[in-house]
């Protein structure tokens, strides 16, 4: 497998417009998790889903962020309008379900993003 | 809530120079306590994970061992390629993994 697949790897935009991340999760995981990574608060999930039913989405900051999962292999996450403050690095990331859930999660390269 | 926090924040070391890192955490049943590896522009790669106090693992020059509050990453006779962001991670009765803000390790050869 090639892993969780995300795009774009670099994303650079102007304040108010509309961003869309795309992640393509590893076959057969049941789990897809969304995180961002910034300097001041590193690893932070934002939202999880799990066979492509949104589970948690408590650490999405605010109503201006979004995601679906229409399928099995396929999430996005959207930001609209976007701002400078969310600049930051978002990963995907997807494990399987292996009954008591003991299990780690695998990462996608990230998509960097600069809103300017 | 569930929370995780690593020291060093950086450390520096010659190569060879055997150290530790430090995650500590509390969580609500723990379901795994997961270390991760991050090189620069990259996702975090997997290492270990550990389910119960006392548990040990190793993996070439690392090793990792749990106790009931919190987990060491022991590294012995390092190389400049063990140069990277190492991070911890927990699992509760969640199935989110909460993570610490990680250690940025420098070996110098």
């Known amino acids: 497998d090639a892993g969780v697949i995300q795009s774009p790897r670099h994303e650079v935009t102007e304040m108010g417009q509309e961003v869309t991340l795309r992640c393509k999760p590893i076959s057969g995981h049941d789990y897809l998790f969304w995180y961002r990574q910034t300097m001041m608060r590193g690893l932070e999930l934002l939202i999880y889903f799990n066979n492509n039913v949104p589970i948690d989405d408590s650490g999405m900051p605010e109503d201006r962020f979004s995601a679906k999962m229409p399928n099995a292999s396929f999430s996005t996450l959207k930001i609209q309008p976007s701002e400078p403050r969310d600049s930051a690095v978002y990963f995907c990331?997807?494990?399987?379900?292996?009954?008591?859930?003991?299990?780690?999660?695998?990462f996608g390269q990230g998509t960097r993003l600069t809103v300017v | 809530e569930d929370q995780v926090t690593q020291s060093p924040e950086a450390l520096r070391l010659q190569e060879g120079e055997s150290s530790s890192l430090n995650c500590s955490y509390t969580v609500s049943g723990l379901r795994g306590l997961f270390w991760y590896r991050q090189d620069p522009g990259k996702g975090p790669e997997f290492l270990f994970t550990?389910?119960?106090a006392g548990e040990e693992k190793e993996k070439e020059r690392l090793k990792a061992t749990l106790t009931k509050k919190e987990s060491f990453l022991h590294i012995t006779a390092p190389k400049p390629e063990d140069s990277a962001t190492y991070l911890c991670?927990?699992?509760?009765?969640?199935?989110?993994?909460?993570f610490g803000q990680g250690t940025r390790l420098t070996i110098n050869p």
């Open positions: 990331a997807s494990r399987p379900n292996m009954g008591a859930g003991n299990t780690e999660a695998f």
């Open positions: 550990l389910y119960s």
């Open positions: 991670a927990v699992r509760g009765g969640a199935q989110k993994l909460v």
